[in-house]
Every structure is written in structure tokens, then in C-alpha cells.
């Protein structure tokens, strides 16, 4: 993905990320292709790879499980603040769909220890949005994609093999 979005000049010159929900880590890299860092991350609750109609509105009310996704696709990113003025990487906007960096949360979601598991299994409890440790967002994240457009690319998820035998293909 990293190689297309670079010599294909699909990601225009502009810095990127792709988000593996596989391994659910996010890579970032600069505009002339370089991976500047990768690290683990946090992804949606629920599996599939796209964003209900209206999800971005749900946030204030809650948004119900089985709809936390994080959708797969391309998009264009762009900084900017969140409802609280933290600075997120917009991602999608309308389905207020961002990459931030870890917040305070109720202990038993454990959400610093998952990003410190080994095993990506056990990373899927945001609402959505892709959450990283602080510093990875401090250190490689705001300086790469947090000054202006860049451009998310979201990997889909893996799918059984005998759903993807009988699939055409997916957005990316």
C-alpha cells in the first residue's frame, strides 16, 4: 500500500498513514515515502470497514456498540481540534472519524495496557477512531500529518476465507 500510495503518486506528494487493522498498528510516513514510525494502535469495538449513515452525530448521545467500526477506505486528513480542543488528525470528519492520542478512560477498559499487548486482539475497544500511545502522536504523528492535508489510507478487515473466495474486492 505504502509503495502504490508513493510511486503511483496517489497520496500527491502529501505526508500519510496506513492504518493495518489487521495488526492494528498505524504507520506513518512522509511525503517523499519514508516511514517516519509505526506503533500500535487502538481501533473500533465492532469489525467491518464501513461507518454507519449518521454515526458522526451519535457521538454526544453514544454511539451503540455493534456500529463503532473503523472504516476502511482512502481518505484526506486534515488537523484540527475535537469538541474538547485536543488536536486530532481529522480523518473523516462527518462521521467524526480521527486518529488522537491515548485519553483517560474508565480502568476497565484498560486501554494503555492493550497498546502494550503483544497481541493485536485485544485493541478493539474505541469508538471508531484510531488511538495511539501520546507519545507516538507527540513525537511522529503531529509533526508528520498534523500540519495540514496528508492523506489515511485504512486497510479493510481480513476477511474468512470463504467470504473472500467469493468477494470481488474491496475499496482500497
Given at each position: 500500500m505504502a509503495r502504490t500510495a508513493f510511486e503511483r503518486g496517489d497520496a500527491k506528494g502529501l505526508p500519510f498513514a496506513i492504518v493495518d487493522k489487521k495488526d492494528a498498528k498505524?504507520?506513518?510516513?512522509?511525503?517523499d515515502g519514508h516511514l517516519i514510525g509505526a506503533a500500535p494502535a487502538l481501533l473500533g469495538l465492532a469489525r467491518g470497514d464501513t461507518a454507519a449513515p449518521g454515526v458522526g452525530q451519535m457521538v454526544a448521545t453514544g454511539i451503540p456498540a455493534a456500529l463503532r467500526t473503523t472504516p476502511a477506505g482512502r481518505y484526506?486528513?486534515?488537523?484540527?481540534?475535537?469538541?474538547?480542543?485536543?488536536?486530532?488528525?481529522?480523518?473523516?470528519?462527518?462521521?467524526?472519524?480521527?486518529?488522537?492520542?491515548?485519553?483517560?478512560?474508565?480502568?476497565?477498559?484498560?486501554?494503555?495496557?492493550?497498546?502494550?499487548?503483544?497481541?493485536?486482539?485485544?485493541?478493539?475497544?474505541?469508538?471508531?477512531c484510531v488511538v495511539v500511545a501520546g507519545d507516538f502522536f507527540d513525537r511522529i504523528v503531529t509533526p508528520v500529518l498534523g500540519h495540514g492535508a496528508g492523506v489515511v489510507y485504512v486497510l479493510p478487515e481480513p476477511r474468512p476465507a470463504a467470504v473472500a473466495q467469493g468477494s470481488a474486492g474491496s475499496r482500497l
Open positions: 498505524l504507520f506513518v510516513f512522509s511525503s484526506d486528513s486534515q488537523p484540527g481540534p475535537n469538541l474538547k480542543g485536543e488536536t486530532v488528525i481529522w480523518v473523516d470528519y462527518d462521521a467524526a472519524f480521527a486518529i488522537h492520542r491515548l485519553r483517560p478512560s474508565p480502568a476497565a477498559e484498560r486501554r494503555a495496557e492493550r497498546l502494550a499487548s503483544a497481541s493485536p486482539d485485544d485493541n478493539r475497544i474505541s469508538l471508531g
